[in-house]
């Protein structure tokens, strides 16, 4: 891999990270505002899928006559699939963040790699010998897991802004998060099963048609009523993150997964929590101590071990494959 590459790939990495990382603090921003929060994710995804099909169309431009030939696109079910929980997943995150604090629902949803762990390895069968193709295996999942967790309580029981976000309300948001991070998990891995069937597809093309139709069902519950109610400033934030927070991020997040090898591209997940935490203490005045740094530390290791460990797992799986 070329080292220009790779330059290409952390770049793009950081740089998503950074918009993925500032996104759930300005949409606590706008809740705190009183801006609905289905309105927020509605409006997030119609832009997303705009600035994605405007990347498409500057790309055909740019690229005319060196276009790699893809195959067609088909609605297949677990396209579909995907789609819905990511439409729910934005859907619940977006609301949560109206009780809880940005780093908690951020750290919460980083939590996904190791929930797509955990339900791989107990509903697709026809992949556990990807997941975990002996013991050593299992037993990694196990420690992950049991990192996360704790990493997740200290989180999750922290007192110490309750002046900001009182303990019961931060618990309702909380468990939003968690519900809206298990439909983020479902996305991950009907993307994924999605991606091998047909792996021939654009994948930006897939990410705006995913956009797209996961805006259907938000659509059903975004109060178009309140949209004259905004302000120029309201409107500045939610185009920011439609744009960079959605779009753009998603584009550049496609571009590091080309370039970069999982160990490197999994380790932006460090950084996404790192900025959101950082940007709420300046913006929001979070307060630290050591249980959320410790939980929230851990939670963020145990999400990079799992993806490292599912990477390690596969790569085992595919040379007994060439063995037999």
Same mark, same amino acid.
């Given at each position: 891999?070329?080292?220009? !590459?790779?330059?290409?790939?952390?770049? =793009?990495?950081?740089?998503?990270?950074?918009?993925?990382?500032?996104?759930? #603090?300005?949409?606590?921003?706008? !809740?705190?505002?009183?801006?609905?929060?289905?309105?927020?994710?509605?409006?997030?995804?119609?832009?997303?899928?705009? !600035?994605?099909?405007?990347? +498409?169309?500057?790309?055909?431009?740019?690229?005319?006559?060196?276009?790699?030939?893809?195959?067609?696109?088909?609605?297949?079910?677990?396209?579909?699939?995907? =789609?819905?929980?990511?439409?729910?997943?934005?859907?619940?995150?977006?609301?949560?963040?109206?009780?809880?604090?940005?780093?908690?629902?951020?750290?919460?949803? @980083?939590?996904?790699?190791? =929930?797509?762990?955990?339900?791989?390895?107990?509903?697709?069968?026809?992949?556990?010998?990807?997941?975990?193709?002996?013991?050593?295996?299992?037993?990694?999942?196990?420690?992950?897991?049991?990192?996360?967790?704790?990493?997740?309580?200290?989180?999750?029981?922290?007192?110490?802004? @309750?002046?900001?976000?009182?303990?019961?309300?931060? +618990?309702?948001?909380?468990?939003?998060?968690? #519900?809206?991070?298990?439909?983020?998990?479902?996305?991950?891995?009907?993307?994924?099963?999605?991606?091998?069937?047909?792996?021939?597809?654009?994948?930006?093309? !897939?990410?705006?048609?995913? +956009?797209?139709?996961?805006?259907? *069902?938000?659509?059903?519950?975004?109060?178009?009523?309140?949209?004259?109610?905004?302000? =120029?400033?309201?409107?500045?934030?939610?185009?920011?993150?439609?744009?960079?927070?959605?779009?753009?991020?998603?584009?550049?997040?496609?571009?590091?997964?080309?370039?970069?090898?999982?160990? *490197?591209?999994?380790?932006?997940?460090?950084?996404?929590?790192?900025?959101?935490?950082?940007?709420?203490?300046?913006?929001?005045?979070?307060?630290?101590?050591?249980?959320?740094?410790?939980?929230?530390?851990?939670?963020?290791?145990?999400?990079?071990?799992?993806?490292?460990?599912?990477?390690?797992?596969?790569?085992?799986?595919?040379?007994?494959?060439?063995?037999?």
């Amino acid at each position: 891999m070329k080292f220009s !590459t790779r330059s290409v790939g952390y770049a =793009a990495g950081l740089l998503a990270s950074f918009f993925w990382g500032i996104h759930s #603090v300005i949409i606590r921003h706008l !809740t705190q505002q009183g801006v609905d929060p289905n309105l927020i994710a509605g409006l997030r995804l119609y832009i997303g899928a705009a !600035t994605i099909f405007v990347i +498409l169309m500057l790309q055909r431009v740019t690229r005319r006559g060196k276009e790699k030939k893809t195959a067609p696109f088909t609605f297949h079910p677990l396209f579909i699939l995907a =789609a819905l929980s990511l439409g729910i997943n934005f859907l619940l995150f977006q609301t949560g963040l109206q009780y809880t604090l940005a780093s908690d629902a951020n750290l919460i949803q @980083n939590f996904s790699p190791v =929930a797509v762990l955990i339900m791989s390895s107990i509903f697709l069968r026809h992949r556990i010998r990807e997941i975990a193709p002996n013991t050593k295996y299992w037993m990694s999942i196990f420690q992950i897991v049991l990192v996360g967790s704790i990493g997740a309580s200290l989180v999750l029981i922290t007192d110490v802004n @309750n002046a900001i976000v009182p303990s019961q309300q931060k +618990l309702q948001g909380d468990v939003m998060a968690f #519900v809206g991070m298990l439909f983020f998990s479902l996305f991950v891995i009907f993307s994924s099963e999605f991606s091998k069937i047909q792996p021939k597809i654009s994948s930006l093309w !897939t990410t705006m048609l995913t +956009l797209a139709v996961a805006a259907l *069902p938000v659509s059903l519950l975004v109060p178009f009523r309140d949209l004259p109610g905004l302000t =120029a400033d309201q409107w500045y934030f939610i185009v920011f993150i439609g744009i960079f927070s959605t779009g753009v991020a998603y584009w550049l997040w496609i571009i590091a997964s080309k370039r970069l090898n999982v160990v *490197p591209l999994t380790l932006n997940l460090v950084y996404i929590g790192i900025i959101t935490v950082l940007t709420e203490v300046f913006f929001l005045d979070l307060l630290l101590d050591w249980k959320i740094v410790l939980g929230g530390a851990l939670m963020i290791a145990a999400s990079v071990l799992a993806e490292i460990t599912n990477e390690k797992a596969r790569k085992y799986s595919k040379s007994l494959t060439k063995v037999h």
